[in-house]
């Protein structure tokens, strides 16, 4: 007799997350996972076996054929996949999109094994070298995430004698992909390598996931759904019983909100210089001369030098050339740039809190600007961009991962960093500026300086300390008094068409506990902010609403613990 199944066409749309009922004939071998072929509509699309369902009605269709012979997800990956459905406000086919091949898997595989559920762990380590001692003991298949493709090649490099590695290059093509993909779904004890787009994937008899550098912006998608998989990994390690590893030398707060402590117990970085910018009078420039100082010593001495500033795009930060202070938003307290209102909060920008002053100067520059500033201190042949093997070289954050190590590192703008208009500013800033002081090579008389009007920020005092863990704990305990991530959550609401939320909407929201904020304009269209202690709830109710605005012609970008507001 036929089996009815419910299969999950491969179609953008909340509208089919539950499935259809189709009848599996009896020449086809279909499992949970199966890609298979159905009739939907006129038209016949891609879909998968998400069940099987208790209809008995007469007229079903049925499924034209079965694609390819591996399942893309077993019952354990599917659990995960729906979580992350609800949990990103996302049609639950994008997220198994993001977890099937491009091309279909046709090798006759194995049976499937998962290994046993075991106990979920959790823990955090400074480097890499603390991980490959953990993978070196490590049971069962491991899957390694890096932010960039720079780091894959790189950590696979480093990798290679842990176990048989499985490299996923963020540029091979999709044959490249596919294959990779079968492979881990068959074979035992492999080390898989990759970006974040690894995270859902089932990978056989997996024991260990490990996410590298865990508070990089690069992990997370753009786009909607907005995936990262810190969060993808921490559900699978409790439904599916793995250790789970984050690493950096400043973890995020979320992860300490885990339970999980920071590294602890001892300096993770070499020594920081601070150059408090008040004690300097006005007119001095972008470089302090105590910089221009240790960096000609440097030049003299054979020793190499990295200038780092904020990529480009980023305003400076400014100072009252009267009295020094740096200039600040009245009402949130950020670091104000050249324009008119504060990107924060939208407050006018007016005289200097301090001392009532009118003229500001900048301290800081994009890259241009200081490689022309140090080209006339040291000359053409003694500055350049990194790789080209000059004495100085001036960078930003995407240079970071891809540089040799310094004796000396100048940070010029500090505060612009740790001063943005994010609530993670701090604690971004002290990252990116850990890790440039990881740049710095061991030995006497290496360090970073960096350049900051605020020399007594919470995050300069942690950078000068060479560790994270106290500033994290207070981080931790604002963010739990200010409801904010991830004592609470925050979805960013972006359309663009004449579709948008509606006070209806809003009044739906606020009734699972949500508090709406906007309308507000932006670059392309409007955008809602929507926090609350526990938005699970809501989430559930904003499906039907992004349904319908998209359904009414509006694009809809649905943001999810977003890492800008």
Same mark, same amino acid.
């Given at each position: 007799?036929?089996?009815?199944?419910?299969?999950?066409?491969?179609?953008?749309?909340?509208?089919?997350?539950?499935?259809?009922?189709?009848?599996?004939?009896?020449?086809?071998?279909? %499992?949970?996972?199966?890609?298979v072929?159905?009739?939907?509509?006129?038209?016949?699309?891609?879909? *998968?076996?998400i069940?099987?369902?208790?209809?008995?009605?007469?007229?079903?269709?049925?499924?034209?054929?079965?694609?390819?012979?591996?399942?893309?997800?077993?019952?354990?990956?599917?659990?995960?996949?729906?979580?992350?459905?609800?949990?990103?406000?996302?049609?639950?086919?994008?997220?198994? +999109?993001?977890?099937?091949?491009?091309?279909?898997?046709? +090798?006759?595989?194995?049976?499937?094994?998962?290994?046993?559920?075991?106990?979920?762990r959790?823990?955090?380590?400074?480097?890499?070298?603390?991980?490959?001692?953990?993978?070196?003991?490590?049971?069962?298949?491991?899957i390694?995430?890096?932010?960039?493709?720079?780091? $894959?090649?790189?950590?696979?490099?480093?990798?290679?004698?842990?176990?048989?590695?499985?490299?996923?290059?963020?540029?091979?093509?999709?044959?490249?992909?596919?294959?990779? *993909?079968?492979?881990?779904?068959?074979?035992?004890?492999?080390?898989?390598?990759?970006?974040?787009?690894?995270?859902? *994937?089932?990978?056989?008899?997996l024991?260990?996931?490990?996410?590298?550098?865990?508070?990089?912006?690069?992990?997370?998608?753009?786009?909607?759904?907005?995936?990262?998989?810190? #969060?993808?990994?921490?559900?699978?390690?409790?439904?599916?019983?793995?250790?789970?590893?984050?690493?950096?030398?400043?973890?995020?707060?979320?992860?300490?909100?885990?339970?999980v402590?920071?590294?602890?117990?001892?300096?993770? *970085?070499?020594?920081?210089?601070?150059?408090?910018?008040?004690?300097?009078?006005?007119?001095?420039?972008?470089?302090? %001369?105590?910089?221009?100082?240790?960096?000609?010593?440097?030049?003299?001495?054979?020793?190499?030098?990295?200038?780092?500033?904020?990529?480009?795009?980023?305003?400076?930060?400014?100072?009252?050339?009267?009295?020094?202070?740096?200039?600040?938003?009245?009402?949130?307290?950020?670091?104000a740039?050249?324009?008119?209102?504060?990107?924060?909060?939208?407050?006018?920008?007016?005289?200097?809190?301090?001392?009532?002053?009118?003229?500001?100067?900048?301290?800081?520059? =994009?890259?241009?600007?200081?490689?022309?500033?140090?080209?006339?201190l040291?000359?053409?042949?003694?500055?350049?961009?990194?790789?080209?093997?000059s004495?100085?070289?001036?960078?930003?954050?995407?240079?970071?991962?891809?540089?040799?190590?310094?004796?000396?590192?100048?940070?010029?703008? =500090?505060?612009?960093?740790?001063?943005?208009?994010?609530?993670?500013?701090? %604690?971004?800033?002290?990252?990116?500026?850990?890790?440039?002081?990881?740049?710095?090579?061991?030995?006497?008389?290496?360090?970073?300086?960096?350049?900051?009007?605020?020399?007594?920020?919470?995050?300069?005092?942690?950078?000068?300390?060479?560790?994270?863990?106290?500033f994290?704990?207070?981080?931790?305990?604002?963010?739990?008094?200010?409801?904010?991530?991830?004592?609470?959550?925050?979805? $960013?609401?972006?359309?663009?068409?004449?579709a948008?939320?509606t006070?209806?909407?809003?009044?739906?929201?606020?009734?699972?506990?949500? #508090?709406?904020?906007?309308?507000?304009?932006?670059?392309?269209?409007?955008?809602?902010?929507?926090?609350?202690r526990?938005?699970?709830?809501?989430?559930?109710?904003?499906?039907?609403?992004?349904?319908?605005?998209?359904?009414?012609?509006?694009?809809?970008?649905?943001?999810?613990?977003?890492?800008?507001?």
């Amino acid at each position: 007799m036929s089996r009815v199944l419910r299969i999950l066409p491969d179609v953008s749309t909340f509208a089919v997350d539950d499935g259809f009922s189709y009848l599996e004939p009896d020449e086809l071998a279909a %499992e949970l996972g199966s890609l298979v072929r159905v009739p939907l509509g006129s038209r016949t699309v891609r879909g *998968w076996v998400i069940g099987e369902a208790a209809d008995d009605r007469e007229g079903l269709r049925p499924i034209r054929r079965v694609s390819g012979t591996l399942p893309v997800f077993g019952p354990r990956q599917l659990q995960t996949y729906q979580w992350l459905a609800h949990h990103y406000v996302a049609p639950l086919a994008s997220i198994l +999109r993001a977890a099937t091949p491009p091309n279909l898997p046709t +090798r006759v595989p194995r049976p499937p094994q998962d290994r046993a559920r075991g106990r979920t762990r959790r823990e955090h380590v400074a480097l890499l070298g603390e991980v490959r001692e953990r993978l070196a003991t490590a049971e069962g298949s491991m899957i390694v995430i890096a932010p960039t493709a720079v780091e $894959v090649t790189a950590v696979a490099e480093g990798l290679r004698d842990v176990g048989e590695v499985v490299v996923v290059d963020p540029g091979a093509s999709d044959r490249e992909v596919t294959k990779a *993909w079968s492979r881990v779904r068959l074979d035992d004890r492999l080390v898989v390598i990759g970006t974040g787009r690894i995270a859902t *994937w089932w990978v056989r008899g997996l024991s260990t996931a490990v996410l590298l550098d865990e508070g990089r912006r690069a992990h997370k998608e753009r786009q909607t759904p907005t995936l990262h998989p810190r #969060t993808i990994l921490s559900h699978r390690a409790r439904v599916e019983g793995l250790h789970f590893i984050t690493t950096g030398l400043v973890p995020t707060v979320e992860v300490i909100a885990t339970g999980v402590p920071a590294p602890g117990g001892r300096r993770l *970085w070499p020594l920081v210089e601070v150059v408090d910018r008040t004690e300097e009078p006005p007119g001095r420039g972008v470089i302090s %001369e105590r910089a221009k100082q240790a960096i000609h010593h440097a030049v003299r001495s054979g020793k190499s030098t990295f200038v780092f500033t904020q990529r480009r795009g980023y305003a400076p930060a400014f100072r009252c050339t009267s009295c020094r202070e740096l200039r600040r938003c009245a009402s949130c307290g950020s670091a104000a740039t050249n324009a008119a209102i504060c990107p924060r909060c939208g407050t006018p920008y007016e005289r200097c809190r301090a001392c009532g002053g009118r003229s500001f100067e900048p301290l800081g520059a =994009a890259v241009g600007r200081v490689r022309d500033l140090l080209t006339n201190l040291l000359g053409d042949e003694r500055v350049g961009d990194v790789g080209s093997g000059s004495p100085v070289v001036v960078g930003t954050e995407r240079d970071l991962a891809a540089t040799d190590p310094f004796h000396l590192a100048v940070v010029i703008d =500090a505060d612009r960093i740790l001063l943005g208009h994010d609530f993670r500013a701090a %604690e971004d800033g002290l990252r990116l500026l850990a890790r440039v002081a990881g740049l710095v090579e061991p030995g006497s008389g290496n360090r970073m300086m960096v350049q900051t009007a605020v020399a007594d920020h919470r995050a300069i005092v942690a950078l000068r300390s060479g560790n994270a863990a106290a500033f994290l704990d207070a981080e931790l305990m604002n963010r739990q008094e200010a409801g904010m991530p991830p004592a609470g959550d925050l979805i $960013v609401i972006e359309t663009r068409g004449e579709a948008t939320l509606t006070p209806d909407d809003v009044d739906t929201l606020t009734g699972y506990g949500a #508090t709406a904020f906007g309308p507000r304009p932006s670059k392309t269209g409007t955008r809602w902010l929507i926090q609350g202690r526990d938005l699970g709830r809501a989430k559930t109710a904003l499906r039907p609403i992004v349904r319908r605005l998209r359904d009414a012609g509006s694009h809809v970008r649905v943001d999810v613990d977003p890492l800008e507001l």
